[in-house]
Structure formats: structure tokens, C-alpha cells
């Protein structure tokens, strides 16, 4: 099982959500308000009571709207559009390979961020800060690390297939 095939099945992503994506402020809103806007919401259980719920499919919306609502960039020479490019080669990897030295370090870098996700859990079942904050900056830290591996690849790959250069603006 690919996980990260997996997410892009339930982000829904075709070929125009993609391009969408790169714009950077598709990429850095998500990247700045996804994950604070869900912790917020799970939080503010404590303040609103049951319509929390409502908080937290609101920023699950947000989530899968992001990369729907942004422009199409003109421009795509810019970190955060090769970071998307570079999911993208990514996750083609089986019909065009990758490098060696580019294979493993996306699989740990996201085991860094799901050791964050239990310390997220549990800070936000019980209301504790600490562990809400120790969890959400694993998750962060494997996230930002993983994305920024993501240009690497593309800098890597963007000759090896036609469709990668023809990405580039």
C-alpha cells in the first residue's frame, strides 16, 4: 500500500487541481493554516461545545478547497511550485524511476510526522499544550522537510519526462 497514492485518491487530484496547487499561495496557506486550523477547531471544543464538529469540517474543507480555489500560477520558477512538482514525480516514481539517493528519504520523513500524530491526538483529547505542540511541530518539521525534499526531485527529474520540463513557466 502507497500511502502517499492514497492521500492523492482522497485529495481527488486531477490535472487542473495540480496546476492549481502550484501557485504558491495554494501551497503556503495550506502549509501555514491546514494543520493549526485543525488542531483550532478540535480545541475549541472547550469554547463552542458540539459545533466544533462544524469547526472541523470547515477546515477539512478548507483543506481539500485550497488547491481547487487558487489560480493557475504563471509562473512556476519558485520553491513552492517545484515542491509541488516534485510530489508529482513523486508519485509517478513506478512509470518513471527515480534517483537512488531520492528513494528513501520521503518514507522517513513522513514516519517523522506520524510520530507526531499520536503526541497530537493526545494533546487534543485531553487539552494539554504541551504535547498538542510537540506533536503538531514533529508533524511540521517531517512535513517541511519531506516538501523540501519534494524540489530536490524535481530539480533532479525535470528532464527525464517530457510532462516534468512542460510544468515549468
Not at 2 to 8: G, K, N, Q, Y
Not at 58 to 73: E, M, S, V
Not at 80 to 91: D, H, I, Q
Amino acid at each position: 500500500m502507497d500511502i502517499f497514492r492514497c492521500a492523492e485518491r482522497l485529495m481527488l487530484m486531477d490535472e487542473e487541481t495540480w496546476q492549481r496547487h502550484a501557485h504558491p499561495f495554494s501551497v503556503w496557506t495550506r502549509i501555514f493554516l491546514g494543520l493549526p486550523l485543525l488542531v483550532l477547531a478540535v480545541w475549541s471544543r472547550l469554547w463552542i461545545g458540539g459545533w466544533w464538529l462544524l469547526a472541523l469540517a470547515g477546515a477539512l474543507a478548507f483543506l481539500w478547497l485550497n488547491p481547487r480555489l487558487a489560480p493557475i500560477p504563471q509562473h512556476t520558477n519558485n520553491w513552492a511550485s517545484k515542491a509541488v512538482f516534485g510530489e508529482r514525480v513523486w508519485l509517478n516514481r513506478q512509470e518513471v524511476p527515480i534517483p537512488p539517493h531520492h528513494r528513501l528519504a520521503p518514507h522517513l520523513l513522513t514516519v517523522v510526522s506520524a510520530i507526531g500524530i499520536p503526541f497530537l491526538l493526545w494533546g487534543l483529547y485531553a487539552l494539554a499544550l504541551w504535547p498538542t505542540l510537540f506533536g503538531a511541530a514533529l508533524i511540521y518539521l517531517g512535513k517541511m522537510w519531506f516538501v523540501d525534499r519534494m524540489v530536490w526531485l524535481y530539480e533532479d527529474m525535470k528532464d527525464a519526462h517530457p510532462s516534468y520540463a512542460a510544468w515549468m513557466r
